[in-house]
């Protein structure tokens, strides 16, 4: 009997190993079968559909992922029209400079290649806005010459960390006294996403008020995750000179970041069946099935969802990240 309960044992062991196999092995396979850049474009373009719905006027602005803007991902290849049409402008990083190195020259073959993408999305109706990571100023000036003989609006930005204002140049590249009220009066952007320099949020405020960007891309959040107020945003809505410029949100799409709201202590341990490999390069940045149904919820389609908050915080609209997530899954 003794005999018998141990091989008894021995099966049922099998049988749930081999289970569990197969729950991996499907799983693996349904991920597989899934077309990602096809996902991440039916993804902005959700994104897009909910936002406008509710705040007409709203831009959606994708960084990076520049190669979802033909269907087969080739520089001649034919216009994902649906991905163009919903959104209003490109964000794009290292094109120039700090594609290897920050305040370092890009490879001639990828500005090549990636500018193929961007100018066929600027001829669709589409700004493109550059972040060149430089610092020294000669390689600034160029950054911002190059960008704008390619018919590109661009940032010099002297920190990766996107955590301060440059004083160089001064005055700002493209410096005006017009009212911004759409994407295509934009002539210059500040990108400012990290508030880890700034003491307080009045701080951020009045150091961002004293510019006269007309553009201006930072987080919904200050450096301690307090969000800022419909209030405090229609405050830096206003240059230094007086007139009107636009604001709008950071949000990263591609991966779950352990610092936000919506961030569950469990996670650490026990991560959601959407959550992917930690990003090597960031800590606490998570990859995600970004086409996963109970992440979207996260971050649009609800009144909890991280896009309904940067709405009610009254942004102008939303710079979205990691929107070349794809990439990590197809390889």
């Not at 719905?53 to 029209?81: A, C, H, M, R």
Request: charged content about 30%; proline content about 3%.
């Amino acid at each position: 009997m003794k005999k018998f309960m141990q091989m008894l044992i021995l099966v049922l062991i099998f049988l749930v190993s081999a289970c569990s196999d197969d729950s991996s092995k499907d799983e693996e396979n349904e991920d597989e079968d899934v077309d990602y850049r096809e996902e991440m474009r039916d993804f902005v373009i959700s994104i897009s559909q909910y936002s406008k719905k509710l705040s007409p006027g709203f831009v959606i602005i994708p960084q990076n992922g520049i190669e979802l803007v033909t269907l087969d991902g080739e520089t001649d290849g034919p216009l994902s029209t649906d991905y163009l049409d919903a959104i209003d402008a490109h964000g794009q990083e290292d094109l120039f400079y700090g594609y290897d190195e920050d305040d370092a020259k890009s490879p001639d073959e990828d500005i090549q290649f990636i500018s193929a993408f961007l100018d066929r999305s600027k001829d669709a109706g589409n700004t493109i806005l550059v972040t060149d990571y430089c610092s020294t100023q000669s390689k600034v000036d160029d950054s911002y010459d190059l960008n704008s003989s390619a018919g590109y609006i661009s940032f010099a930005a002297h920190e990766r960390d996107l955590n301060a204002i440059p004083t160089y140049p001064d005055p700002i590249n493209n410096e005006n006294s017009n009212n911004i009220l759409s994407m295509s009066d934009v002539q210059n952007f500040l990108y400012i996403i990290n508030g880890e320099e700034y003491s307080s949020k009045e701080d951020f405020i009045n150091d961002v008020s004293n510019t006269n960007y007309d553009l201006v891309i930072m987080d919904l959040f200050d450096n301690n995750q307090e969000p800022y107020s419909s209030s405090q945003i229609d405050e830096l809505k206003t240059k230094a000179n007086g007139s009107t410029r636009m604001v709008v949100c950071y949000m990263s799409i591609g991966e779950a970041e352990d610092y936000r709201y919506y961030w569950k202590d469990e996670w650490s341990n026990n991560s959601p069946d959407w959550m992917d490999d930690e990003n090597p390069d960031w800590e606490g940045n998570y990859k995600v099935k970004y086409w996963n149904e109970e992440w979207q919820k996260i971050i649009y389609g609800n009144d909890d969802s991280y896009l309904k908050m940067i709405i009610d915080a009254g942004f102008d609209g939303v710079y979205l990240d990691i929107i070349d997530a794809f990439e990590f899954f197809e390889n």
